[in-house]
């Protein structure tokens, strides 16, 4: 599976921007799918996440509220709604995909390249 990340960019606090990851495979539609950032200095850290077949979704304590994950499986695509942006979401963002599992923990096995969100303030 090969992820591609996009729609990161600059934009001013209580901003949106989405963005999206594009997924080779025809089993798109049955993989938890994730997106994390990394902030400068700062580790990884899970922002939201989306099982495969039941759809759940999960957002950071952070985020809550403000982001919004979905999938288009026509289109091989989840996507990161991000409302209200804060200077404090600033980090490249991360897609993430795994065949099994939890959204929120254990291992993702394909990584996208990472997109920068910038906010300023």
């Known amino acids: 599976v090969q992820l591609q990340a996009s729609g990161g960019g600059l934009v001013q606090a209580w901003g949106s921007l989405r963005l999206a990851c594009a997924a080779s495979?025809?089993?798109?539609?049955?993989?938890?799918m994730g997106w994390f950032r990394q902030a400068p200095g700062k580790e990884r850290e899970f922002v939201s996440g989306?099982?495969?077949?039941?759809?759940?979704?999960y957002y950071a304590d952070s985020v809550k509220g403000r982001f919004t994950i979905s999938r288009d499986n026509a289109k091989n695509t989840v996507y990161l709604q991000m409302n209200s942006l804060k200077p404090e979401d600033t980090a490249v963002y991360y897609c993430?995909?795994?065949?099994?599992?939890?959204?929120?923990?254990?291992?993702?096995?394909?990584w996208g390249q990472g997109t920068l969100v910038t906010v300023s303030s």
């Open positions: 989306l099982s495969g077949s039941a759809g759940s979704t």
């Open positions: 495979g025809r089993t798109f539609s049955s993989y938890v």
């Open positions: 993430a995909a795994k065949r099994w599992g939890t959204a929120v923990t254990g291992v993702y096995e394909y």
